[in-house]
């Protein structure tokens, strides 16, 4: 399946939504860019304990919240997919990545990781 490339403005973009989601205090704690299998193109992948506090739905509502008072608008948004604190790929991602010292950068990919096979992925966090 071809893609498009994650280029800078993309990545800039996933830096900035990630500034904006820890000064309103949501403290994400994985946040990468992903092509998973599921999706087959670049999604910005979330997960934080308060998304999974405000419900299934209710995640994407502090999100959108917390980016709109930023004056990030909704057509500025990527597409993003907030998986649960206890979901098998973010659960995997913590136990093999959560202690180091930075991932930040980090490629992966052609790699299943829980129950998802990751095509291409590049990381801000994970801990």
Known sequence: MDRTALVS????????????????????KVAMWAVLA????????LSSRQ????GPTGGYGLLHDALDAAGFTLE???P??????NDPFV???RKVFGSAKSVEGMRLGGQSIGDRF??????YRVS
Do not use: M
């Not at 998304?51 to 405000?54: C, L, N, T, V």
């Open 51 to 54: 998304f999974d506090a405000a």
């Open 80 to 85: 993003v997919v907030i998986l649960h604190f």
């Open 38 to 45: 599921d999706y087959g193109d670049w999604r910005l992948v």
């Open 76 to 78: 500025q948004t990527p």
């Open 9 to 28: 403005v993309d990545l800039e973009k996933g830096s900035r939504i990630l500034q904006i989601l820890d000064d309103a205090g949501l403290r994400v």
């Open 118 to 123: 990751v095509e291409d992925a590049y990381t």
């Open 91 to 93: 659960k995997e991602l």
